[in-house]
């Protein structure tokens, strides 16, 4: 078959298709890495946090079982919901 200009694989015949072989040419965009994981990586900051957050589950458990503010409940229960959620968070990122 003379003339006739056949690429190579599937992959290079669908990325010319749509016009995408310019970006498979491009590298690799960094990671993104949050503010908290840098947190993580440094131990004091780590153990700073890790003990402010759970003074503050502690607070939050004593005004949920004082009952007081019945209003209040559930904002409380969904911020020791978010504050046990970290925690189990920071447990794995500390393990890796």
């Given at each position: 078959?003379?003339g006739?200009?056949?690429?190579?694989?599937?992959?290079?015949?669908?990325?010319?298709?749509?016009?995408?072989?310019?970006?498979?040419?491009?590298?690799?965009?960094?990671?993104?890495?949050?503010?908290?994981?840098?947190?993580?990586?440094?131990?004091?900051?780590?153990?700073?946090?890790?003990?402010?957050?759970?003074?503050?589950?502690?607070?939050?458990?004593?005004?949920?079982?004082?009952?007081?503010?019945?209003?209040?409940f559930?904002?409380?229960?969904?911020?020791?919901?978010?504050?046990?959620?970290?925690?189990?968070?920071?447990?794995?990122?500390?393990?890796?």
């Amino acid at each position: 078959m003379k003339g006739c200009n056949y690429l190579g694989s599937r992959k290079e015949r669908f990325l010319q298709m749509f016009g995408l072989e310019e970006q498979k040419k491009k590298k690799p965009s960094k990671e993104f890495v949050f503010e908290l994981e840098n947190d993580f990586k440094n131990g004091k900051k780590c153990r700073e946090l890790k003990l402010r957050i759970e003074s503050r589950v502690q607070k939050i458990k004593e005004v949920l079982r004082s009952g007081e503010e019945k209003e209040e409940f559930d904002r409380f229960g969904v911020l020791l919901h978010g504050y046990t959620a970290l925690v189990k968070v920071m447990a794995r990122f500390s393990a890796k």
